[in-house]
């Protein structure tokens, strides 16, 4: 048995904290917010992200940030991204030299264009940074449902530990060293659901989503190459899976919002109604300027942007997208 610590009690750090306490760790999960404290630990659901699914009894539910991560064998950090530097600040004093910090989340740091490990690193000195990611909405797997993940860290010993700690019979792990190419594909494969929700709002059908998907991982990959990282990770579960499950999925909060965009909405109406935190809109931007940083073309993310932070109509950056020059496929496949 191993002391977790999850800092954020949202739908993906309470279904995590089910997933671990059912696999027979010591699970303790932090929030912010004294109310959301307060329903899980009387009523042990949260009604408002996973009804339905009881949080096991012997999971602890606390305000206290120090409570959460003092003696930990693993920190898993569930906070929404634009609050991951914030809360790895807010809980360095308490880390100890080593400490394993397993991110969760998916993003991009606009100001700095640093990954969410990134972030973490910089503020925790001599914390041991990993990720876990990949096709994996918390509404199934708070519910058992069949999930694969894959965990990233810097060296292989690090990564089989935590494939450990979290795999089980519903939710199979795999490891990877390609931590910056599973981090790229996380934070951009929200700004192409965003695309694939507007498709979906404007009436667009299948080959429209397949199209965006496609091409979608292209720009993806292209960019996290230059990064660092690997085409491998690119077609896997963190790049192409991670990416289909997003612009597919019921659950996917950034294919809802961009669907509410694509029947007329506006970004912060959108965003209004899905109450939950849109990643992709907060990757956009960053995307965009690593792409600059990177000289790396990707006209979806470009696109998106439009329609996001300058009124861009959604059925006009289609048109505009369709309408490019003719291209190669990829440039890798030589002619006879």
Request: hydrophobic letters at 40%; glycine letters at 10%; charged letters at 25%.
């Amino acid at each position: 048995m191993n002391k977790i610590g999850i800092l954020g009690a949202g739908s993906w750090g309470t279904a995590l904290g089910i997933l671990l306490s059912k696999n027979g760790h010591d699970v303790t999960i932090w929030s912010i917010s004294e109310d959301e404290v307060r329903m899980l630990r009387e009523k042990r659901e949260h009604k408002d992200k996973l009804p339905g699914v009881k949080v096991p009894e012997n999971i602890c539910v606390t305000a206290d940030i120090e409570e959460a991560v003092k003696g930990k064998d693993i920190c898993v950090m569930a906070v929404p991204s634009t609050f991951t530097r914030s809360t790895a600040a807010k809980v360095s004093p308490y880390i100890k030299e080593g400490q394993i910090i397993v991110n969760v989340a998916k993003g991009i740091e606009e100001d700095t264009l640093m990954t969410l490990t990134e972030q973490i690193e910089e503020e925790i000195k001599g914390a041991n940074v990993a990720v876990l990611s990949g096709p994996s909405h918390a509404e199934e797997v708070a519910r058992g449902l069949p999930t694969t993940c894959v965990a990233g860290a810097k060296d292989k010993e690090t990564a089989e530990f935590i494939q450990s700690v979290f795999m089980s019979e519903v939710f199979r792990v795999y490891i990877s060293p390609d931590i910056i190419g599973i981090e790229v594909g996380g934070a951009l494969k929200n700004v192409i659901a965003l695309a694939a929700g507007i498709a979906d709002g404007l009436g667009y059908g299948d080959n429209t989503k397949a199209a965006l998907i496609t091409r979608g991982i292209a720009e993806i990959a292209r960019l996290g190459i230059k990064m660092g990282g690997h085409m491998q990770t690119f077609a896997g579960l963190t790049g192409i899976g991670d990416l289909i499950v997003t612009c597919a999925s019921v659950h996917s909060r950034n294919r809802k919002a961009g669907y509410l965009m694509g029947q007329g909405e506006t970004m912060e109406e959108a965003m209004e109604e899905v109450q939950m935190v849109v990643e992709g809109v907060y990757s956009a931007k960053a995307g965009l300027q690593l792409a600059k940083k990177y000289e790396v073309s990707i006209p979806i993310i470009e696109q998106i942007n439009k329609v996001l932070f300058e009124g861009k109509n959604a059925a006009e950056a289609v048109k505009e997208l369709m309408g490019r020059e003719g291209k190669t496929e990829s440039n890798e496949l030589p002619w006879s």
